[in-house]
């Protein structure tokens, strides 16, 4: 009777070690997403960054790790370094189910080398030496312990006018945060002084650039209500 309990564990141990060789990584996502809690699938969403490295202002929050062990976390931006992503990610392998997080960081063109902007490499026509590129920039960002990157997406333009260097296209200007009650209407103002359009050149100069501009009010480009001003120097 032992001897059979025994080969019966042994039948089981094999067939389990069998059947996790020969899943797919769909079958074993979807076999960890079947044991989450509610909050855990919701902590795979939730995004943070790095206390010291960021772009714009950042708000500091002292139970990070705390919720990183949770597993109330699945991705931060801006933790650069290997020593610094395994101390979080070591933080990550406690929590119940063990799901690693994700690194992110923007990538856009090289990252300890600094290569051509993706117009500029568009313009060369050259594809086997932009893959190569891209393949530079991905084996430095990976050393440094970086797995998701973020690349310049292919936009159809609407508007023609360039500027003189790559700035963004759209710009946020003069935001205000406006409270309104059900039913009620407000009539807001703001200025835009030439310092507002200033921008970096090719030269490292923050500059103005003449030219025409559009001014668009609304939640998007889209919304409707939009002017435009010439800028003359």
């Known amino acids: 009777m032992k001897k059979l309990h025994s080969l019966l564990i042994l039948s089981f141990i094999c067939l389990s070690i069998f059947g ?64 610094e992503t395994r101390k979080l990610q070591e933080l990550a392998m406690q929590s119940r189910l063990h799901i690693p997080m994700i690194f992110g960081l923007d990538v856009i063109h090289g990252f300890r080398t600094t290569l051509p902007i993706p117009l500029g490499e568009t313009a060369s026509w050259d594809l086997t030496l932009i893959e190569k590129s891209a393949h530079t920039a991905a084996t430095e960002a990976s050393a440094y312990g970086i797995q998701w990157t973020f690349a310049p997406m292919v ?72 002017a435009n001003f010439k800028l003359t120097l």
Do not use: H
Not at 75 to 82: E, K, Q, R
Not at 170 to 183: A, C, D, R
Not at 193 to 222: H, M, Q, R
């Open 20 to 83: 996790q060789n020969n899943s797919t990584p769909a079958m074993r996502a979807d076999a960890i997403i079947r044991q989450m809690t509610r909050d855990e699938k919701i902590g795979q969403l939730n995004q943070y960054t790095s206390d010291r490295n960021a772009t714009g202002k950042i708000t500091a929050d002292g139970d990070k790790a705390n919720q990183i062990r949770q597993g109330k976390v699945g991705s931060m931006l801006n933790v650069v370094g290997v020593e």
């Open 155 to 226: 936009d159809i333009a609407r508007n023609p006018r360039w500027g003189c260097v790559v700035r963004p296209v759209k710009e946020l200007k003069g935001f205000q945060k406006i409270m309104l009650k059900k039913g009620e209407t407000k009539q807001v103002t703001f200025t835009l002084t030439p310092k507002d359009l200033k921008f970096y050149n090719n030269e490292i100069e923050y500059i103005n650039e003449a030219g025409d501009y559009e001014v668009f009010i609304g939640n998007s480009s889209d919304a409707g209500l939009k």
